[in-house]
């Protein structure tokens, strides 16, 4: 299987539609790939506060448009990243599309864990309550973003419902570039999955973006991983070391549920 990770820059000297624009073409070059991943909210920037609502779409907006043309036009499975919609009925969501090789969409998840504590993000978009997967021919995808990457219990739910490839679509700042490697890889190792995960680079909001996408196998051996600039990751891997991993080491069997809290004295 094919995977090719676009790890764009997101600038304020670009204009979002010029952006679109730009990505769907980085798209279209991929062609010869089974999946394509994009980061999060890569039309306004993560840490772009004031942007969301100006840019806020619904969910089969402009970018929905172009991604699903993108996909069907370079014959790709797209994870595309994430947009802020506008629900109609009710807040913002950071929610990520997934198409099929023929443009149609096969998922959409919105963030479960927002990110900012008391301000930005967890303020001005509503929280994700449904853990997505998507199969494809070759594995299934269990989808997050970004934040999500510090929960494991979400990883575990999303590997329950069947996921062997676990996306994160990120926009991770510089200043956590260690903990965004180091989580990858735990992600991957504990949960014996491949991990890939794809962030931005540039600055916006005058946050420097980490770079540094990355795909990680089974075992936690790091497959590739991008520098800090714009760049195209493209990873050929097995999916069947999934099962391979799991049956040759088979710590997941050893899970113990339902522990009970320690007893007061
Ligand atoms: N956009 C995000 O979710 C940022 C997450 C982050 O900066 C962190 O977990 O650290």
Redesign the pocket.
């Known amino acids: 299987m094919r995977a090719s990770v676009i790890q764009i820059a997101v600038n304020e000297d670009e204009s979002v539609e010029a952006r679109r624009r730009r990505v769907a073409a980085m798209v279209r070059e991929q062609a010869g790939s089974d999946l394509v991943v994009l980061p ?2 890569w039309t306004t920037g ?2 772009a506060y004031e942007a969301f609502g100006r840019e806020a779409e619904p969910l089969e907006g402009p970018t929905y448009e172009a991604m699903a043309k993108a996909a069907s036009d370079a014959g790709v499975w797209l994870h595309a990243g994430s947009v802020p919609e506008r629900d109609p009925d009710g807040p913002l969501y950071n929610t990520s599309l997934v198409f099929s090789p023929s443009g149609d969409l096969a998922a959409a998840y919105r ?1 479960i ?3 900012g504590f008391d301000k930005g ?1 967890a303020v001005l978009m509503g929280a994700g309550t449904e853990l997505v997967t998507v199969r494809l021919p070759e594995t299934t995808l269990g989808l997050s ?6 929960f494991p219990e979400l990883f575990r739910g999303l590997v329950d419902a069947g996921a062997e490839t676990l996306v994160v679509s ?4 510089e200043r ?1 570039r260690s ?1 965004w490697t180091l989580l990858a890889q735990a992600r991957a190792v504990e949960n014996q999955a491949f991990v890939v995960a794809c962030g931005t680079a540039g600055t916006h909001a005058g946050v420097p973006q980490a770079g540094h996408s990355i795909v990680v196998d089974p075992w936690g051996e790091v497959l590739a991983r991008a520098g800090a600039d714009e760049e195209v990751l493209t990873v050929e891997f097995d999916p069947g070391k999934v099962a391979t991993t799991r049956e040759q080491f088979p710590a997941l069997k050893d899970r113990m549920l339902g522990l009970q809290p320690p007893r007061r004295p």
Do not use: I, M, N, S
């Open positions: 999060e909210l993560a840490f963030k864990h927002r990110f993000e973003t970004c934040y999500d990457l510090r990120a926009g991770w700042p956590r903990h």
